[in-house]
T-cell receptor, first 114, second 112 residues
Framework: DGGITQSPKYLFRKEGQNVTLSCEQNLNHDAMYWYRQDPGQGLRLIYYSQIVNDFQKGDIAEGYSVSREKKESFPLTVTSAQKNPTAFYLC?????????????FGDGTRLSIL | GNSVTQMEGPVTLSEEAFLTINCTYTATGYPSLFWYVQYPGEGLQLLLKATKADDKGSNKGFEATYRKETTSFHLEKGSVQVSDSAVYFCACMDTGRRALTFGSGTRLQVQP
């Protein structure tokens, strides 16, 4: 079945450590996105990529980095510069053409501080 | 940029009650609108969408109509079930970035 796979499901970060969240899709979608969800809040856009080898900052990109070397993969690194990384991280993808296509979401990674 | 405002929760209903969750948006032009549902510990699932004014999206007994005059996209269901208990998010497409702007979510609790 086609879908989006995020791993790991749970991740713990030590102070000063960088961690990388994986996102893989086999939907052949062009565009991919990373959102952050805090308790009781909606999702906020971290980074997005409309095409391979290109990505843009979203609304809360500080302390995060991404790469898009392959169409199916869009990993997110939470760097030590992100002072409040505890949150639920969701990856999404969509067909690149047009703006009326829904985004498909993975099951998320919950990141906590040790 | 775009913004989406949802009614605050939690909303607690008895089984078979009528559900309305209000959603209004601010955006340039006429963006596509979406409702997503999130069950505990999971990602978001698309519930329904509408791409132009007066469109009605529907799925699993849920409906929402794109009202451009009131910039609203309220979610309704005639008879809720316990299994509908979840968090519901209204979202608006940012046509420039082709990324979604989400409301803060509304938690629905349906009691038997």
């Amino acid at each position: 079945d086609g879908g989006i796979t995020q791993s790991p499901k749970y991740l713990f970060r030590k102070e000063g450590q960088n961690v990388t969240l994986s996102c893989e899709q086999n939907l052949n979608h062009d565009a991919m996105y990373w959102y952050r969800q805090d308790p009781g809040q909606g999702l906020r856009l971290i980074y997005y990529s409309q095409i391979v080898n290109d990505f843009q900052k979203g609304d809360i990109a500080e302390g995060y980095s991404v790469s898009r070397e392959k169409k199916e993969s869009f990993p997110l690194t939470v760097t030590s510069a992100q002072k409040n990384p505890t949150a639920f991280y969701l990856c999404a993808s969509t067909v690149g053409q047009g703006s009326n296509q829904p985004q498909h979401f993975g099951d998320g990674t919950r990141l906590s501080i040790l | 940029g775009n913004s989406v405002t949802q009614m605050e929760g939690p909303v607690t209903l008895s089984e078979e009650a009528f559900l309305t969750i209000n959603c209004t948006y601010t955006a340039t032009g006429y963006p596509s609108l979406f409702w997503y549902v999130q069950y505990p510990g999971e990602g978001l699932q698309l519930l329904l969408k509408a791409t132009k004014a007066d469109d009605k999206g529907s799925n699993k007994g849920f409906e929402a109509t794109y009202r451009k005059e009131t910039t609203s996209f309220h979610l309704e269901k005639g008879s809720v079930q316990v299994s509908d208990s979840a968090v519901y998010f209204c979202a608006c497409m940012d046509t420039g970035r082709r990324a979604l702007t989400f409301g803060s979510g509304t938690r629905l609790q349906v009691q038997p």
